[in-house]
């Protein structure tokens, strides 16, 4: 699964810089590339059917053979989309409202379509190319910045996947149009192969390209896209193993391993406040000299949601999976109950390394499968899903609220400033509702996070 999103990064990454090699050769030609709407408004958003979807394809895909065995997925169109959502924003620098998306054809065609809006992209393009620029075409140039206001940027690339083509030549380009200015074939391969070869030279591109040589197969059927691929293992390990790879920045692996390290020095039984603490104050002093407190502050949660056996995150969703579930680690303790810890540190390391939405329909889906299972719903549960949401959230969202974070957790001492205290009417005995009390639940749940001073919504 993993290697396939980068696969999608790498193609994605192609059409970015096809995009700006196509905005200069069409520069005299701007008010025939500017749109007045996009083709692409936003990415898709994950409902809890996705969810539950992805959950089941995640699992199926896991329990194939042996890493070294040549392994199959096939997404559908939706799957597809949902991925360049997630992962593409996160992968590429892009410019202000960009936006991708893919669209599978019968026949072995699919189409990649891209919209940018105009400004942005007219003003980067500008600044980065300026120097180069004749007086005149600078004058020009300002005109098309100036011009593209409001305005939009659409490219759509066509390709041909052709399953029996040589190992890693499965993708030709047809026809690149940029606006309302179609390319013809030629222009368009040789336009594409030349961005291709300026990728391919690229450091930070050369996971991906080691991921498209481990590619065995590529085939559009019946509008669902088959991929089968081999997994090279390297000293006992999967060289791709482990869904933090995929989405963490470059360097951040590391910055996570010095605090998996300071982890490794506190308690590893507990309460969780007498680790969280001490955390968030070394998280405080290293931001004094790395002046990024958002990195330390991401750095940290995903730390600890790895003390929590993150790695185990495939197996924790399946919830057939009873056994896995119960050897998942709790080391720690809110109100002395391990599930509550637990849930508030997977959320907010699931919404780092996934996103908020993922992360909140992965709580739910629990709780509606608990119910399934016999089990009733729990208003605790829910509120350490939610408490986790907004820690990883605050932490996160500013360099200012970041400060206030490692402020706030460095100088907690009690279980109630970390997680709001429902009370006694919320006895763990007590704790079973159904279905039809989700929603009020949820109201409740939020007025109570409300009331924290950390765990308010901030803007």
């Known amino acids: 699964m993993k290697l396939l999103l980068r696969i999608f990064i790498f193609l994605f990454g192609i059409v970015i810089a096809g995009v700006v090699l196509l905005f200069i050769l069409g520069w005299a030609a701007s008010y025939a590339l500017f749109d007045s709407e996009p083709q692409v408004a936003a990415y898709e958003s994950t409902s809890l059917e996705d969810l539950r979807r992805i959950k089941h394809l995640a699992i199926d895909f896991s329990r194939q053979t042996s890493p070294d065995a040549v392994k199959r997925v096939t997404l559908s169109e939706r799957d597809v989309n949902l991925a360049i959502g997630h992962f593409v924003p996160r992968q590429a620098k892009l410019p202000e409202q960009t936006y991708f998306a893919a669209q599978l054809a019968p026949a072995e065609r699919a189409n990649v379509i891209a919209s940018a809006l105009a400004k942005p992209l007219a003003k980067q393009l500008y600044e980065q190319y300026r120097n180069q620029l004749q007086p005149w075409a600078r004058s020009l140039a300002e005109k098309v910045v100036a011009a593209s206001t409001g305005r939009w940027v659409n490219a759509q690339l066509e390709l041909t996947v052709n399953a029996d083509a040589e190992q890693g ?21 040789d336009i594409a192969a030349r961005v291709l070869r300026e990728i391919t030279q690229r450091e930070d591109m050369a996971l991906a390209i080691e991921s498209w040589k481990n590619l065995r197969r590529l085939s559009v059927e019946d509008t669902k896209l088959s991929v089968e691929f081999v997994i090279p293992e390297r000293g006992g390990e999967l060289a791709l193993g482990g869904i933090e790879s995929l989405v963490l920045k470059p360097g951040e692996q590391e910055l996570i391993n010095i605090y998996s390290r300071q982890l490794a020095a506190l308690p590893r039984s507990g309460a969780l406040v007498k680790v969280i603490a001490p955390l968030f104050e070394f998280a405080a002093q290293r931001s004094k000299q790395s002046r990024d407190p958002v990195a330390e502050n991401r750095a940290l949660l995903l730390a600890l949601a790895r003390r929590y056996g993150g790695e185990q995150l495939l197996t924790m969703m399946d919830s057939g999976q009873q056994r896995f579930a119960r050897d998942i680690p709790k080391p720690y303790t809110i109100y002395g109950r391990r599930d509550l810890a637990q849930h508030l540190i997977l959320s907010a390391g699931l919404s780092l390394i996934a996103s908020q939405d993922v992360a909140e329909l992965f709580g739910i889906d629990k709780e509606l499968s608990d119910l399934l299972g016999g089990r009733s719903i729990s208003a605790w549960d829910l509120l350490a899903d939610k408490a986790g ?26 279980d109630r400033q970390i997680l709001p205290d429902l009370g006694a009417e919320f006895d763990y005995s007590e704790d079973k509702f159904g279905p039809d009390e989700l929603d009020q639940l949820e109201l409740m749940i939020e007025l109570y996070l409300e009331q924290h001073p950390a765990l308010r919504k901030r803007s």
């Open 169 to 189: 030549k499965w993708l030709s380009v047809e026809k690149i149009k940029l606006g309302s200015i179609p390319l013809n074939e030629s222009l368009s391969r």
């Open 389 to 414: 949401l907004r820690l990883a959230e605050n932490a996160t969202l500013s360099s200012a609220s970041a400060i206030d974070t490692q402020k706030w957790f460095s100088r907690a001492r009690r």
